[in-house]
């Protein structure tokens, strides 16, 4: 679920949208996660919209997908989500001004997501307009391209 004040939105289970993707280390790289939750379209000012959030790769040094219940990731500044090119959808993609998220469980392929923060939602006006988030989400866990199907996602 995502609340920004008053308007609530919940998860989009109906494809690839929504997931916690773990990459294992190899000999080029370390492992890695990253988050991608999509939202179903709901009401937001008048407006029908369907946001969603993308924190890009993330560094870690956890060699499976369990170790990471109770790793936070936070970033304190819009620069440094741009560089990472993590973004939040409301009306177009938009850096986040700033954010924390945490991995609370991960039971059965499905990982328990906390992240809160302040997002931008309309990075056209002078100065643009920020407001704050929420997202408490239960999300597919994604370790290598067949879990797409086991889990019966399009």
């Known amino acids: 679920m ?6 609530t939105f919940q998860e989009d289970w109906g494809d690839r949208r929504s997931c916690l993707m773990f990459f294992k280390a190899d000999r080029e790289e370390s492992a890695s996660w990253a988050v991608d939750i999509g939202f179903k379209p709901g009401d937001f000012e008048g407006n029908e ?3 969603s959030i993308c924190i890009n790769p993330i560094d870690t040094d956890k060699s499976t ?3 990471l219940v109770g790793t936070t990731f936070s970033v304190k500044t819009v620069e440094e989500s741009e560089e990472r090119e993590d973004s939040f959808y409301i009306y177009e993609n938009e850096p986040l001004i700033e954010y924390r998220i945490e991995v609370l469980d991960i039971v059965e392929a499905k990982a328990h997501i906390k992240c809160n923060g302040v997002l ?4 056209y006006a002078e100065p643009w307009i920020e407001e704050r988030f ?3 989400s239960w999300i ?3 370790e290598s391209v067949q879990d797409w199907d086991k889990l019966a996602l399009k």
């Open 134 to 136: 929420e997202i408490d």
């Open 49 to 51: 919209i369907s946001p």
């Open 65 to 67: 997908v369990k170790e």
């Open 120 to 123: 931008i939602l309309d990075g």
């Open 140 to 142: 597919p866990v994604i």
């Open 2 to 7: 995502l609340k920004i004040r008053d308007f």
